[in-house]
């Protein structure tokens, strides 16, 4: 059974820093392209970084170029989301997902709040 569990999440303040981690499991983790997404209230689910299987190509939405990075270690079966200059306007639930050709597998995500 294939499980994809978000963590990380939480209240920041504005300009504010934060990392999320996905830990993968029931699947061959580093045969995986991994992404993150979000999904603002109201609003429907953007992607915002993905890195492939042995994580040579990394690509990001504009709007968090500079300021996110997405990684992973395929030894702990973890992807992670470094968010840096946080805005309110990424206030969202965050979600990561694990594809390989045309099998794909989400997390229930993770809440990001970011407000003072």
């Known amino acids: 059974q294939v499980q994809l569990v978000e963590s990380g999440g939480g209240l920041v303040q504005p300009g504010g820093s934060l990392r999320l981690s996905c830990a993968a499991s029931g699947l061959t983790f580093s045969t995986y392209a991994m992404s993150w997404y979000r999904q603002a209230p109201g609003k429907e689910r953007e992607l915002v970084a993905t890195?492939?299987?042995?994580?040579?190509?990394?690509n990001y939405a504009d709007s968090v170029k500079g300021r996110f990075t997405i990684y992973r270690t395929n030894v702990k079966n973890t992807v992670y989301l470094q968010m840096n200059s946080l805005k309110p306007e990424e206030t969202a639930v965050y979600y990561c997902k694990a594809k390989r050709w045309a099998m794909e597998y989400w997390g229930k995500g993770t809440m990001v709040t970011v407000s003072s």
């Open positions: 890195i492939t299987s042995a994580g040579g190509t990394i």
